[in-house]
């Protein structure tokens, strides 16, 4: 008798002791979620060469010794469909934009038109103008600093016919950074909700259809959490959330597809739930384990460009495919114990709610039978 594989062990050993695995798959989640709740601070919207270029030293030259430190400036733009620079009630909406300004939390100066007599501050109708605002900091810094006067000119309400807008550095980074954050919920909410849909025609059970995404949620939880932790030692692209949200849920829910089902058709040959399950794990677990290897190999390659959001993109999708797979081969195999055969609980009406496994009917088994009936063509 051969020697069971690395992954049918795990699945027994896991479903030996179910209480202890969750348990501390449980820990493990609450420590990761209190880590990936830190991670903002570990992100950045700035796009950085990392292997130090010509071009980037010269930049560094530049800086150093004839521009200086290159300033975090914002820009304030006051608009008028009827005033002009030239009105009364013109003049005094900037200046009092200027005063709020300058008291704002990261702001260092605020100086307008009317402060520096500069015609490039004006337009040629004189019914637009700019304030011209520095935050503290350099330039890397204005993202983190820039938050109040965006929400100062966010609640403002000028009144008649007057806009005011702000521009710089530091705001469209903040931007991007929210409407990738907003985009990223919409995005995959609705993906969830299609992928609950697909698993529920696939299981025709709420139960087995819920457990692949748990193991995607357990996965994004862990992997944001680690990025969070080696994100005090390196600073990463905000895209590494979206990565790792997107990633997580494909081959969280893949990988838990496979098992749950390939536990299903076992215990309904076999009716043990231990042999059920070790025969997962060394069939559909052990594809699951060479799947997820496959992928961190091949992603390890975008390590090697030296520019931080492909080694973002490559570092989070490592992360979260290690936690998929474990997850697969650990908690699933105990979660399965636990469980056993009411795994099969909330049966969708209509639906197949036992898998036979010697049913060799129909669709799928049609396809298989025409394209192993015709190889060539």
Same mark, same amino acid.
């Given at each position: ?7 049918? *062990? ?6 030996? #002791? !179910?209480?202890?695995?969750?348990g501390i798959w449980i820990v493990g ?23 130090? !270029? ?16 290159? #300033? ?6 006051? /608009?008028?469909?009827? @005033? ?17 300004? *300058? ?17 490039? =501050? ?9 304030? /011209? ?20 000119? #966010?609640?403002?309400? !000028? ?22 954050? *907003?985009?990223? /919920?919409?995005?995959?909410?609705? $993906? ?6 697909? @698993? ?21 939880? $862990?992997?944001?959490? &680690?990025?969070? @932790? ?39 040959? %076999? $009716? ?43 570092? $989070?999708?490592? &992360? ?5 797979v474990l997850g697969a081969l650990t ?6 114990? @636990? ?6 609980r909330l049966s969708i009406p209509g639906?197949? %709610? ?17 394209? =192993? ?5």
């Amino acid at each position: 008798m051969s020697k069971p594989s690395i992954t049918e *062990r795990l699945a027994r050993a896991s479903a030996g #002791r !179910p209480w202890s695995v969750v348990g501390i798959w449980i820990v493990g989640f609450v420590v990761m979620a209190a880590s990936a709740s830190q991670v903002g601070d570990a992100l950045t919207t700035e796009f950085a060469i990392l292997n130090n !270029p010509d071009s980037t030293v010269g930049a560094e030259l530049l800086e150093e010794r004839l521009r200086g430190e290159e #300033r975090a400036l914002e820009f304030i733009i006051v /608009q008028s469909q009827v @005033l002009t620079v030239e009105d009364v009630e013109y003049q005094e909406l900037v200046a009092r934009v200027v005063d709020d300004v *300058r008291g704002l939390e990261g702001v260092s100066s605020a100086a307008s038109y009317f402060d520096t007599d500069a015609s490039a =501050m004006v337009s040629a109708d004189g019914t637009a103008s700019l304030i /011209q605002v520095e935050l503290e900091g350099d330039a890397k810094e204005a993202s983190d600093n820039v938050g109040p006067l965006v929400d100062y000119v #966010r609640d403002l309400e !000028p009144g008649g016919e007057f806009e005011v807008l702000v521009f710089g550095q530091g705001s469209v980074g903040m931007e991007v950074q929210e409407i990738s954050e *907003r985009d990223l /919920q919409t995005g995959e909410s609705i $993906g969830i909700s299609i992928a609950l849909i697909i @698993l529920l025609v696939v299981f025709g059970a709420v139960v087995a259809a819920v457990l692949p995404l748990l193991l995607a949620i357990v996965a994004i939880v $862990g992997a944001i959490g &680690v990025t969070a @932790l080696f994100g005090q030692m390196w600073s990463f692209s905000f895209f590494v959330v979206n990565i790792i949200t997107m990633i997580g849920l494909a081959v969280g829910i893949d990988y838990a597809l496979f098992i749950v089902q390939r536990y299903r058709e076992e215990y309904a040959k %076999r $009716g043990d739930i231990t042999e059920a399950i070790a025969k997962a794990g060394a069939t559909a677990s052990r594809a699951v384990l060479y799947s997820g290897a496959t992928v961190v190999i091949a992603l390890l390659g975008l390590l090697l460009i030296p520019q931080n959001i492909y080694r973002s993109i490559a570092f $989070g999708s490592i &992360v979260v495919v290690i936690f998929a797979v474990l997850g697969a081969l650990t908690l699933l195999p105990a979660v399965l114990k @636990l469980l056993g055969p009411k795994i099969n609980r909330l049966s969708i009406p209509g639906l197949r %709610r036992q898998p036979s496994p010697d049913d060799d009917s129909g669709f799928w088994a049609a396809v298989a039978r025409g394209v =192993m009936g015709h190889p060539v063509l």
